[in-house]
């Protein structure tokens, strides 16, 4: 068998990843970034037992985990976010990275998990995961 052909094939499928797809949101106020971003491994899939509203998280303390389900309706800033569930809405911190090749549309309903940031006037998420539910 030729060694550069089998070379060639080998090389091309691990640097594939490279080449993956940024995610990120797509809506009113979107910000682009040219930026490339690592993929990262899947995890558990299953029932959640911790899911919440919008409304629970805006009453809850500092550093408390959350799963919401919803929509992102905008962006505000490079990493800030507006997400409603119908119950309430609040704003949402994810980092470049949390995106994960996701692209999120307003349409789009989506599951966030993460932890509560709480301050002295405001309450955000601080977003660790997120998927778009089919």
Request: proline share 4%.
């Amino acid at each position: 068998m030729k060694k550069l052909p089998l070379i060639t094939l080998i090389a091309a499928l691990a640097t594939a990843p490279v080449f993956a797809a940024n995610g990120g949101f797509d809506g009113p106020g979107a910000v682009t970034n040219n930026t490339t971003q690592t993929n990262q491994n899947g995890g558990f899939i299953g029932p959640n037992s911790g899911e919440t509203t919008v409304a629970k998280a805006l009453e809850m303390s500092d550093d408390s985990w959350v799963i919401l389900r919803g929509n992102i309706v905008k962006q505000l800033d490079y990493k800030h976010y507006e997400f409603t569930d119908g119950t309430g809405t609040i704003n949402l911190e994810i980092s470049e990275k949390r995106w994960n090749g996701v692209n999120v549309t307003p349409k789009d309903k989506v599951e966030i998990r993460g932890k509560i940031d709480k301050d002295w006037n405001s309450r955000e998420v601080e977003v660790k995961q997120i998927q778009i539910i089919k």
